[in-house]
């Protein structure tokens, strides 16, 4: 919806009396860009929580105590090992709503390295992924394979850990969308995987994703 | 009646000899650590495609005349990012170019003495590929799982599932060959399909084992199916090591 609109102005300059009237066309142009309303809503059903990669039949999903409840607080995986796989279900709704009929995208990346609050130490790579999940069932393991959340590239302000410093991103041009709507109106429901490094250190650690939606 | 006897101190001792003989084998099949590496392929584009050649034939010579051209990827797109700002009465904003929201991820993670037994260099790997063509990773030994145990060791692989976009789309997880070869020794002649966990009766297949620490390079191969749609799909690739 994002289009240019043109029109062309006839300019009529008035001379002195007795002197002709010239004119000359004035090209206007300006872009009109759709309205989005979106809201992000963490454990967004009863039975949020990580389980660990199982085949078979799963453990039931507990969470880390920054998860307050259904609709609220943080996506907290609560107590990990070291070099496990866990599933975090009911991790991230996304609801968008737009005027534009052509859609939007959705970015979706961390804003910086995974830390761990306690000592400090980083760990660059891809350790935290998503999936697809649904409104309010869930069929997905540790095991159901995700797609990692990129390291931006955008400049980063805020983000440190805790809720009410939330980080957001600068974008000079925008990465790969991980989801794309081609209505104006669309819900998406995602699960998180956190392959925990096999070195990490013992602590407290987090990771901010940011999601970003653009009309089309 | 001596016969009997013989058969019946036969029978008893191979049922013994059963009995004893599998705690042994429990022993020697704990799993003592897995990982589980995530595959992305993503499936950019039909390398070309079919234009008819759209101006009629002349008149007098009939010809038949068509183009070749690459098809354009839909999913790779530059934006630029810009806004409308508009200070003071919000009654104004009439526009937006985007909207952000974040959340945040925590965990409490204990360290695991048995976390770096067995590792890879890199916990993911990403391919591009266009329908239909094969493409190898390299350079050569780009991805490596260490075992790093001086005990008696056994090492199993696999694919959990098949390849699974985020529409849904799939293609077969045998499409990804691996040539797996330690890393003192030369890469082998072919690569070998994955065993795919889900499809092919809940079992991995038998890397290799050892008693020494040791690094194999894993050269990955992918095959995408012609009729495979543009998208980004993934799987996961687990090792999972016994003693």
Request: glycine share 10%; with cysteine.
């Amino acid at each position: 919806m994002s289009g240019v609109f043109a029109t062309v102005a006839l300019i009529v300059v008035l001379s002195p009396a007795g002197a002709a009237t010239a004119s000359a066309p004035v090209n206007v142009q300006w872009h009109v860009l759709p309205v989005i309303n979106f809201t992000l809503t963490p454990n967004y059903n009863t039975g949020y929580g990580s389980v660990l990669a199982t085949f078979g039949t799963q453990p039931a999903p507990t969470h880390g105590p920054g998860a307050t409840g259904v609709g609220a607080g943080t996506v907290d995986f609560g107590k990990t090992i070291a070099g496990d796989t866990y599933l975090y279900k009911y991790a991230a709704h996304l609801h968008i709503t737009t005027n534009d009929p052509a859609g939007f995208y959705v970015y979706g990346e961390a804003a910086a390295v995974l830390t761990n609050n306690s000592d400090t130490s980083q760990y660059p790579g891809q350790y935290v992924y998503y999936l697809n999940s649904g409104a309010s069932s869930d069929s997905n393991t540790g095991f159901t394979p995700g797609l990692p959340f990129a390291q931006t590239s955008g400049l980063v302000s805020g983000g440190s850990d805790s809720i009410s410093d939330p980080a957001t991103i600068t974008y000079m041009s925008y990465p790969m969308p991980v989801a794309q709507s081609g209505v104006a109106n669309n819900d998406f429901y995602f699960d998180y995987q956190f392959k925990v490094p096999g070195a990490a250190t013992g602590g407290n650690y987090y990771l901010w994703i940011v999601y970003t939606v653009v009309g089309e | 009646m001596k016969r009997a006897q013989l058969l019946l101190v036969a029978l008893g001792l191979t049922i013994l000899g059963i009995v004893l003989t599998q705690p042994v084998k429990a022993t020697i099949q704990t799993q003592q650590a897995q990982i589980i590496l995530n595959l992305v392929v993503q499936v950019v584009g039909t390398p070309i495609a079919y234009v008819p050649h759209q101006t009629l034939a002349q008149s007098g010579q009939p010809a038949i005349v068509s183009a070749l051209r690459r098809a354009v990827p839909s999913i790779q797109r530059t934006f630029r990012a810009e806004g409308l700002h508009f200070d003071g009465d919000l009654s104004s904003l009439v526009a937006q170019a985007q909207v952000q929201h974040s959340v945040l991820v925590q965990a409490e993670v204990t360290p695991n003495p048995k976390g770096t037994i067995l590792v890879s260099n890199v916990p993911n790997v990403t391919i591009t590929a266009a329908p239909g063509q094969t493409v190898k990773v390299t350079p050569p030994c780009a991805l490596t799982v260490t075992v790093n145990m001086s005990t008696a060791w056994s090492l199993e692989e696999g694919l959990s599932n098949d390849l699974t976009s985020s529409t849904g789309s799939t293609f077969p997880g045998k499409d990804v060959a691996n040539d797996t070869y330690k890393n003192s020794a030369t890469p082998l002649p072919t690569s070998t399909p994955y065993i795919v966990y889900a499809d092919d009766g809940r079992v991995w297949s038998g890397l290799g084992s050892g008693t020494a620490i040791t690094t194999y390079c894993v050269d990955l191969t992918v095959t995408v199916p012609a009729s495979t749609t543009d998208g980004t799909y993934s799987t996961n690739a687990v090792y999972t090591l016994f003693n």
